[in-house]
């Protein structure tokens, strides 16, 4: 998985997924001076004090697996709502569970497998958190493109605050109930759910049941499914139909407004990404996760948070 930016440009080729121009520019611009207040922070998430279940803290560090463009509290000042903090959690009934759904939603790329730390070329683990649309921030900020006749994001989305990834993770710990628990560390603090892969998730899902946080793991989003019919499973699974999907929108994100993209490494991810490539792509396909679940409808039916039904697309919390 190759996150240094010369190696991007040894790589990028004509079997690309997604256009890269505007992306391989927006990389660019990001090691700007003009750009360093914009520019993903890399750091740690980690419990306050070491203690678990208390509290999700920030610490930034060079070397940190994390990379943040936005934190909670900016988010509240952003749209002015107080009730935005870091670790909000929703108490009421039986199952904790995340309490800025309408705020965050996230995606995830796991793995289930030991290594031993001399494994070369295994699989990372990916997560991405965005931000989704609020259109009291951005929803004056269109124009009108004449080449595709419709309204499309203001300079590719250069002035835009939201509809965009806050949080980045890549890394492999040797035993995956460590990244296990750094996905928790990242739901907790941005309060939101997470769609993750189904095909290696079980370990995962058994996991968060021990330690009390499967209200935070999203279900199959039902507009996901061939028959559009809830599914009551966690996570989604990587069929041609769901990565077509994701690909879609990680390719209009790259054409519309690839300059609400903060995040280096997810640039790289996404201009490197091809058919052969993909399974390396661990970030790439955290992001096409977490925009599924940004754009799906979260409608809470049971204690166990259970999804449910919509117009795919549509950005709404009922």
Partial sequence: NPLVIEDVWKLTGESSLIPTEKLEIRLNNLSLPEYSLKVAVPGALAWKDGIRDSEVVWMPASEGNWHI???????S?????????????????????????DVFAGGCDPYDTKSDGEAKDLSLGGI??????????DGQKFEFD???????????GESWETDQYVCDYVHRHDNPEDFYEDLIK??????????????????????????????????RPQETSPINRID????????????AMYD???????????NTINHPRILMQAIQVTSQTRTKMDLYVACGFSQVACKSIVVKTTEEEKLAGGLFFEERVV
Avoid: W
């Fill in 146 to 156: 004449e080449a595709v006749q419709d309204f499309v994001p203001s300079n590719g």
């Fill in 128 to 137: 991405s958190v965005r931000l989704k649309f609020f259109p009291q921030v």
């Fill in 77 to 101: 000042k952003l749209l002015n709502r107080p009730d935005i903090t870091a670790n909000c959690v929703d108490r009421n009934g039986y199952v904790k569970r995340p309490g800025l759904i």
């Fill in 232 to 243: 009551h499973q966690y996570g989604m699974p990587s069929t041609p139909e769901t990565i």
């Fill in 186 to 219: 990242t739901c907790v603090y941005y309060g939101c759910y997470i769609l993750t892969e189904r095909q290696k998730q079980a370990a995962l899902v058994t996991y968060f049941t021990h330690r009390g946080y499967l209200g935070y793991l999203m279900e």
């Fill in 248 to 258: 879609g929108l990680m390719m209009a994100e790259a054409v519309r407004k690839a």
């Fill in 69 to 75: 463009s936005k934190h909670p509290h900016q988010v």
